[in-house]
């Protein structure tokens, strides 16, 4: 299944909302106690997933781990942005601060 351009895995199970709603204890069942993932649709199009809380719990750590390392090549001339954020940073280092006098 596609949606927005991005290819769904076909691994998880797919019912509609409409399903979902009159058999929902069913789903969470088969999600909490036999590992199933459903994908939720309405009209044909998905809406939402039912996964279990490890899936939620690996799904949110691997978000914290790309953080900003996610968007590095993404940029046009981020290598450029990259020497110059390095330039700073060590100039600051370098720097002995200023006279101040009182």
């Given at each position: 299944?596609?949606?927005?351009?991005e290819r769904i895995s076909t691994?998880?199970?797919?019912?509609?909302?409409?399903?979902?709603?009159?058999?929902?204890?069913?789903?969470?069942?088969?999600?909490?106690?036999a590992g199933e993932k459903f994908?939720?649709?309405?009209?044909?199009?998905?809406?939402?997933?039912?996964?279990?809380i490890e899936d939620l719990k690996?799904?949110?750590?691997?978000?914290?781990?790309?953080?900003?390392?996610?968007?590095?090549?993404?940029?046009?001339?981020?290598?450029?942005?990259?020497?110059?954020?390095?330039?700073?940073?060590?100039?600051?280092?370098?720097?002995?601060?200023?006279?101040?006098?009182?």
């Open positions: 299944m596609e949606w927005n351009g691994d998880d199970k797919v019912v509609s909302v409409a399903e979902a709603k009159s058999h929902f204890s069913k789903y969470v069942s088969k999600v909490a106690y994908l939720i649709t309405k009209r044909g199009k998905p809406l939402v997933a039912l996964v279990s690996s799904i949110k750590a691997n978000e914290e781990e790309k953080g900003l390392s996610e968007i590095i090549g993404k940029w046009k001339n981020f290598e450029e942005i990259e020497d110059n954020i390095n330039k700073i940073y060590f100039s600051r280092k370098e720097d002995r601060g200023r006279d101040v006098s009182f």
